[in-house]
């Protein structure tokens, strides 16, 4: 039972899936998700010239769904990048929040991310939110790993996901400015002068 409970995010990203999936294939497009299948339309140099223009905002979401839409170029297979995304943002989220609380908080607060209905509502968008939420989930659990626990590795990968993060959203900047606060604030200062 103790081992079933430590995987159960599996079952979260399973019910999450049995949400989005039907609905992902059956919803019509709206204006954005328009714009964005527009954008990423011609390919992945076509996207790199129009995508600062277009969109006014990070690139590299853009980038990446045009090189995914090679594959097949449906609606539904554009939405399924959200949808990818958001369950990878379900396990790191569950990671972090093990390590802030025991089982049964975090297969409670995991449940209400999972199932939230902002989660759900954006996974089923064809635009960058849910790659924004995984970087913001990876973020906040390399932060902890790396500059409060100690990890270097954890330190090393949390530049590498901060650099992409900021390709894919410019806000995520804040969340960097929040981490050095963070350490600022609680007297880390060798530890905020390597951040």
Known sequence: MQNMSKKFYLVLILLHLM????L??????WVDEASTLYNTQQGFFATFENVFTTEKQAPLYFLALSLWRILDDSVFFARLVS???SCFAIKVFWDLARKFFDTNKTILISTFFALHPFLIWISLEIRLYTMTVLFVCLLLKLFYEGYLEGGKSSQY????????GLYINYYLGFLLVGGLTILLSLGHWKTAKKY
């Open 19 to 22: 949400i989005t999936i039907p």
């Open 24 to 29: 992902a294939y059956i919803l019509n497009i």
């Open 83 to 85: 949808i990818i995304c």
């Open 157 to 164: 990968l949390f530049l590498l996901t901060a650099i992409i």
